[in-house]
T-cell receptor, first 115, second 113 residues
Framework: DAGVIQSPRHEVTEMGQEVTLRCKPI?????LFWYRQTMMRGLELLIY????????DSGMPEDRFSAKMPNASFSTLKIQPSEPRDSAVYFC?????????????FGPGTRLTVL | EDQVTQSPEALRLQEGESSSLNCSYT??????LFWYRQDPGKGPEFLFT???AGEEKEKERLKATLTKKESFLHITAPKPEDSATYLC??????????????FGKGMKLTVNP
């Protein structure tokens, strides 16, 4: 399996622009998670989905952030408008809730820089 | 108040010098405690899951243990390739069965040859 795939790997944009991050989970996994990692706050959960349905979005910082999962093999995290404080590494992870395991497998991340 | 605290924040060891990393947690009920390794520029890589006090798991030079308040990651005779940031995360037992992981800020390990 190719693992969790994220694109782009790096994104540089200017304040006010819309940013869309993409994620393809591991095939067969029924949970998908979006995390943000910064030096100050570490790794924080933003939102997670189960069978394409958002379950917990309490970590989404504000209305500028939105996430969708239109099907089992694709999810997006959108920031509109972007601000410099959104600069971070964004990770997508997926897991399969079955056979007594709930391990989350992470993608390589998208490094976002907002100027 | 942080639910997961890792110490020390950074650790330098000589190759072969064994040590332990600490992860203390404060949740009302623990569903699972997870250890991950993260290399620079990469996503966290899963190492272990521990579910109950007294449980231990091993992988090569790493051994993870769990008590009711903390977990230790013991590194025996480390090699330079063990250099990485080690992350601890807890999954709280909730009525609805949340899949949420709360991570500590990590511990950067450097092993010098």
């Amino acid at each position: 399996d190719a693992g969790v795939i994220q694109s782009p790997r790096h994104e540089v944009t200017e304040m006010g622009q819309e940013v869309t991050l993409r994620c393809k989970p591991i095939s067969g996994h029924d949970y998908l998670f979006w995390y943000r990692q910064t030096m100050m706050r570490g790794l924080e959960l933003l939102i997670y989905f189960n069978n394409n349905v958002p379950i917990d979005d309490s970590g989404m910082p504000e209305d500028r952030f939105s996430a969708k999962m239109p099907n089992a093999s694709f999810s997006t995290l959108k920031i509109q408008p972007s601000e410099p404080r959104d600069s971070a590494v964004y990770f997508c992870a997926s897991s399969f809730q079955g056979q007594g395991t709930d391990t989350q497998y992470f993608g390589p991340g998208t490094r976002l820089t907002v100027l | 108040e942080d639910q997961v605290t890792q110490s020390p924040e950074a650790l330098r060891l000589q190759e072969g010098e064994s040590s332990s990393l600490n992860c203390s947690y404060t949740v009302s009920g623990l569903r699972g405690l997870f250890w991950y390794r993260q290399d620079p520029g990469k996503g966290p890589e899963f190492l272990f899951t521990l579910y109950s006090a007294g449980e231990e798991k091993e992988k090569e030079r790493l051994k993870a243990t769990l008590t009711k308040k903390e977990s230790f990651l013991h590194i025996t005779a480390p090699k330079p390739e063990d250099s990485a940031t080690y992350l601890c995360a807890v999954q709280e037992a909730t009525q609805g069965g949340s899949e949420k992981l709360v991570f500590g800020k990590g511990m950067k390990l450097t092993v010098n040859p």
